[in-house]
Nanobody, 125 residues
Framework: QVQVVESGGSLVQAGGSLRLSCTAS????????MAWYRQGPGKQRTFVAF???????RYADSVKGRFTISRDNAKNTMYLQMNGLKPEDTAVYYC???????????????????WGQGTQVTVSS
């Protein structure tokens, strides 16, 4: 059974920091591309940060320089270090685990795409 679980969300004052964690079980974590998304009140879910199998990262412009994504394959866990938080960062933060279908040599790795239930981050002004 696959489980993707986020944690670390909280209420924090503007300028503060939080570290979110996402732990995935039931999947080959080291083969998954991982990402964070967020959904603010009354808004659509949007991309925040991405990390690939080689730990290459990509960020939304709104969080560049403030947020850092990382992963620890030994712990099946991804992190999002958030510094310099702003009220506009208030949202539910979701973890996504994705693997495109591909071959490595003769071994086929089927696609998967899993989401967690989200963790609430609230930044007060």
């Amino acid at each position: 059974q696959v489980q993707v679980v986020e944690s670390g969300g909280s209420l924090v004052q503007a300028g503060g920091s939080l570290r979110l964690s996402c732990t995935a079980s039931g999947i080959a974590f080291s083969t998954a591309e991982m990402a964070w998304y967020r959904q603010g009140p009354g808004k659509q879910r949007t991309f925040v940060a991405f990390i690939d199998l080689d730990a290459k990262t990509r960020y939304a412009d709104s969080v560049k320089g403030r947020f850092t994504i990382s992963r620890d394959n030994a712990k099946n866990t991804m992190y999002l270090q958030m510094n310099g938080l702003k009220p506009e960062d208030t949202a539910v933060y979701y973890c996504n685990a994705h693997r495109p279908s591909h071959y490595s040599g003769t071994t086929h790795y089927p696609e998967f795409d899993f989401w967690g239930q989200g963790t609430q981050v609230t930044v007060s002004s």
